[in-house]
Nanobody
Framework: VQLQASGGGLVQPGGSLRLSCAAS????????MGWYRQAPGKQRELVAI???????SYGDSAKGRFTISRDNAKNAVYLQMISLKPEDTAVYYC??????????????WGQGTLVTVSS
């Protein structure tokens, strides 16, 4: 199973970005999918998660500005970010709880995509 994240880049404060992440490989189903981020010198933190039925949860830094969504048919998860701030600068990682046997699932991580918010 591989997760491929994309959509990061350089954006000015107040700008927007949309991150995408697609899972591929031997997949029976995907339960929870999510986005995490890690800024330089800091621990990885939760940004947002979404269940297979579409229930969402956000970290405090993302509430009101970020929106997570998913396309189950494409095994993909997205993160729409608006009103970006310099403190949003980080490497963003996608994560998916993938079932390869229809019974249990395991976490898989994407390679990370860098978001830089700077003027």
């Amino acid at each position: 199973v591989q997760l491929q994240a994309s959509g990061g880049g350089l954006v000015q404060p107040g700008g927007s970005l949309r991150l995408s992440c697609a899972a591929s490989g031997s997949i029976i189903s995907i339960n929870r999918m999510g986005w995490y981020r890690q800024a330089p010198g800091k621990q990885r933190e939760l940004v947002a998660i979404i269940t297979s039925s579409g229930v969402t949860s956000y970290g405090d830094s993302a509430k009101g500005r970020f929106t997570i969504s998913r396309d189950n048919a494409k095994n993909a998860v997205y993160l729409q970010m608006i009103s970006l701030k310099p403190e949003d600068t980080a490497v963003y990682y996608c994560e998916a709880d993938v079932s390869k046997n229809g019974v249990t699932d395991d976490p898989y991580w994407g390679q990370g995509t860098l978001v830089t918010v700077s003027s």
